[in-house]
């Protein structure tokens, strides 16, 4: 699946702080706020550096990493509880930030289950306008086919109840998206330093990905 480069890369992390796992997806998102998840990667435990180097060659692995290695992911996503002090005086999320951007998540993750269902539902089926982008008639959220079995399973198997749950369970990468959606993600790019007709989720970085790209919470 090919699309135009207008997107720019985000991602969500639900960390596990002793037990259970950490999930983490990596998204990109565009200047409509379409959300289209492309990679997910789950860790047993919860350990800063190894979860850091693991997420380094995820964005390798994805493409969404530039010719040397550097991560092209704008920031995480991370959940409030990641901001809370532990025994040692310094948060989880403070100790990531010092390897990658981090930001908070800006809502209640309750609130994101029915925007979930909204962004999922297919636009109506109409004659594309011209000049349109290739992705002006996809869903507002989706998840490239056999990229993510995991999400899949867990939005496939899980209740309404479940996810309202406070429990960690088996819903960490359902969590990690939620935080993505909440953010209302948009891409927003002043002139790109090159001109980049396409880009694939597939590889993410192919070509010259380096756009003057800014993409923040709304």
């Not at 702080?17 to 289209?36: D, F, M, N, W």
């Not at 479940?162 to 993600?185: C, F, H, I, N, P």
Request: glycine share 10%; charged share 25%; aromatic share 6%.
């Amino acid at each position: 699946m090919r699309i135009r480069g207008r997107y720019i890369v985000v991602g969500g992390i639900d960390w596990a702080r002793s037990s259970g796992k950490t999930g983490r997806l990596l998204v990109g998102a565009s200047p409509e706020g379409r959300l289209v998840v492309f990679s997910e990667l789950l860790l047993h435990g919860g350990a800063q550096q190894r979860a850091a180097g693991a997420w380094a060659e995820m964005d390798r692995e994805a493409g969404a990493a530039d010719e040397l290695g550097r991560s092209l992911v704008e920031w995480n996503v991370m959940g409030r509880d990641a901001f809370s002090e532990e025994s040692g005086g310094m948060d989880v999320a403070s100790q990531l930030a010092a390897k990658m951007p981090i930001i908070a998540c800006p809502a209640r993750l309750e609130d994101a289950i029915d925007r979930m269902n909204e962004l999922l539902m297919a636009p109506p089926v109409r004659e594309p306008e011209p000049d349109e982008p290739e992705d002006a008639q996809w869903p507002k959220l989706v998840i490239v086919e056999g990229t993510c079995p995991n999400l899949v399973g867990q939005l496939r198997t899980l209740t309404r109840q479940q996810l309202e749950s406070k429990s960690q369970g088996t819903k960490d990468l359902v969590d990690a998206l939620r935080m993505v959606v909440m953010t209302q993600v948009r891409a927003r790019f002043s002139a790109p330093m090159r001109q980049h007709p396409e880009r694939s989720f597939e590889r993410f970085a192919e070509g010259d990905a380096r756009y003057t790209a800014l993409g923040e919470p709304i």
